[in-house]
């Protein structure tokens, strides 16, 4: 833990510009890293004693900041959720669990010299513009430790938001919920499992949390219930030939077919390719009214055999609870359950931010890119890591921080508010077309695009016709191979040399750690092309056997 006092932080040199980065998740520590790397004096404030934020895990339920279980893994792989000047080692596996998170952010942390530049225990309780900020663009930062007490405020240049979006558990209301006896929680408090042996779980959504609850209770519990009020799409780790799927589907030449297509075809072909290669939705009753790109897909390989097995059983939405369970819509007969553990989501807030500055006109927030409140004048608050992406949301963090880090030096410009305005509507009404209505609609992202649309921001998304015309292996990579964080270091402010390298050396770093030392691939025993033509026929014919008899369930 970094012991740092009051005065150290007051007497930071004043000379250079200073920026206050709320949160010390994995948003904060690429932030002190990239205000570094330009000459900015980054002062760090993380209310818990520890760095990494939803990826340490912890015991206690704190208010305002996300966790995970002893048992989550991220839901991206280690290649494509890489920070794009900091590959991953070799040996560690494709999916990490959290703990593997963590011991990479240490390893970054460390690398970066970011730990002192932190201050543990400190809650920033308020910020709001100084009084000359219409000419400076400063705010007053107010911070209070919470060991002694002692509050300190100051005035920063800028100021970096990057407290997670996951902090604040959404509990919805159902009839009768206050007559249940048994216990209600949400799936934020949810730690370890084995406490849930022999109950009768009833788990409420069906997002990666309502899944991830579903299926690790039911290896302890009597029975697990997933309520679920419209389904949802399944994503598996597990890609075709045993490859990590999010390297197999983040590509950029499949992502400009997909852009070609209207959304409602490309998910038409990606669902039809995601249901003959795992399993039919309907089949599981989880097949959702949106189609495949309307909504968040969710990660898990282990849900479709535990409904196999019945450890898991799909129900509709909960019409109402009774003092020993809930009845489910479409049923009169109450299901029996011990606990209800809601998989609801979360609320966002910044309750430290003065009022006006993130607002909402309906449904549509103010946020330029995700980041930037229209209507200010300046590019000095910036919020950071609060966007819902289709895909991982490291790197595009970091991209963020790159940004909101070159547009406080002045070395790129933000449009002018009339104009910022003016694309959060466009992105408002892209995304009416495509999504649900949500109070988070203008914060969906898709990965390849809003890498390319912030890096293009300060010139780092890569030249590809340069490249093309340059270096044909690159570019092929580029092209045709999973689009890499690396490839945004290829070019532009802060570029890295090792990003040519990293980029064609991935399929070592994913391969490594899955080869048993001293394991000999045996030969395989049909070789040539026309025993490969027969073999490709019967593939087909066995296909189409199950195609033709469950196509239409
Ligand atoms: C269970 C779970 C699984 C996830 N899995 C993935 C995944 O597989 N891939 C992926 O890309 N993303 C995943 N996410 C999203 C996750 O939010 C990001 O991975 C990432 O951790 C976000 O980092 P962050 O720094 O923005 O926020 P956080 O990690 O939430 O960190 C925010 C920090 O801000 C601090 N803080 C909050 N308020 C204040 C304040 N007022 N003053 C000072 N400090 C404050 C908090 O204590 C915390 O340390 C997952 C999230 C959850 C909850």
């Not at 890609?239 to 499949?254: A, K, N, Q, T, V």
């Not at 999973?482 to 390298?501: I, N, V």
Request: with cysteine; hydrophobic share 35%.
């Amino acid at each position: 833990m970094c012991q740092i006092s009051e005065r150290s932080i007051m007497c930071t040199v004043k000379t250079k510009k200073r920026v206050a980065v709320i949160g010390g998740g994995v948003c904060g520590i690429c932030s002190v890293k990239t205000l570094k790397e330009e000459g900015i004096e980054p002062i760090c404030f993380e209310k818990t004693g520890f760095f990494g934020g939803t990826w340490r895990y912890h015991e206690d339920d704190v208010d305002g900041l996300a966790a995970v279980t002893w048992s989550t893994v991220a839901n991206n792989s280690k290649e494509m959720s890489a920070i794009s000047d900091f590959p991953p080692p070799k040996d560690i596996p494709n999916y990490l669990s959290h703990r593997k998170v963590y011991e990479l952010v240490c390893i970054y942390v460390n690398h970066f010299d970011v730990l002192r530049h932190m201050h543990f225990n400190h809650e920033v309780m308020s910020v709001r513009k100084a009084e000359d900020y219409n000419s400076t663009g400063k705010w007053i930062v107010t911070a209070k430790n919470l060991i002694t007490g002692k509050v300190i405020t100051d005035t920063y240049d800028g100021v970096f938001v990057c407290t997670g979006q996951f902090g604040y558990a959404n509990m919805p209301k159902y009839p009768g919920q206050e007559k249940f006896q048994g216990r209600i929680i949400h799936s934020k408090q949810l730690r370890t499992f084995e406490c849930f042996k022999n109950q009768r779980i009833v788990v409420v959504g069906v997002g990666c949390s309502g899944v991830d609850a579903a299926t690790e209770t039911s290896n302890f519990a009597e029975q697990v219930y997933l309520s679920s009020r419209n389904g949802a799409w399944i994503f598996p780790r597990l890609g075709p030939y045993g490859l990590p799927f999010d390297m197999c589907y983040l590509r950029r030449w499949s992502d400009i077919l997909y852009r070609l297509l209207p959304y409602s075809w490309s998910s038409w072909i990606f669902q039809r390719n995601l249901e003959r290669m795992k399993f039919n939705h309907s089949l599981y009753s989880l097949r959702p009214s949106g189609h495949l790109w309307a909504q968040d897909p969710v990660l898990t390989d282990v849900l479709p055999s535990k409904i196999l097995s019945g450890h898991v059983m799909v129900k509709s939405d909960i019409k109402m609870f009774t003092e020993s369970g809930v009845i489910f819509e479409g049923e009169t007969k109450v299901t029996e359950a011990d606990t209800i553990i809601m998989a609801t989501g979360y609320k966002w807030k910044f309750p430290f931010l003065e009022d006006g500055v993130v607002t909402k006109d309906g449904d549509c927030l103010n946020l330029y890119k995700c980041m930037y409140p229209t209507h200010l004048p300046h590019a000095t608050l910036a919020i950071l890591g609060f966007m819902l992406p289709l895909g991982p949301g490291f790197p595009l963090g970091e991209s963020q921080c790159r940004w909101a880090t070159l547009l406080l030096n002045d070395k790129v410009k933000l449009p002018s508010p009339k104009e910022m305005s003016a694309d959060v509507k466009k992105t408002y009404e892209t995304n009416m077309k495509r999504y649900k209505r949500s109070d988070r609609l203008t914060t969906r992202v898709d990965y390849i695009e809003y890498m390319d649309d912030i890096t293009s921001q300060f010139g780092a998304k890569p030249n590809l016709l340069k490249i093309f015309l340059t270096d044909q292996k690159l570019f092929w990579a580029l092209w045709l191979g999973p689009s890499l964080p690396y490839q945004y270091r290829l070019q532009g402010p802060h570029k890295w040399e090792g990003a040519r390298e990293a980029i064609l050396t991935y399929k070592e770093r994913m391969e490594a750690p899955l080869r048993k030392k001293g394991y000999r691939k045996t030969k395989r025993k049909f070789q040539g092309f026309p025993l490969k033509l027969v073999l490709a026929f019967i593939v087909f014919w066995f296909w189409i056997s199950i195609f033709t008899e469950f196509e239409s369930l």
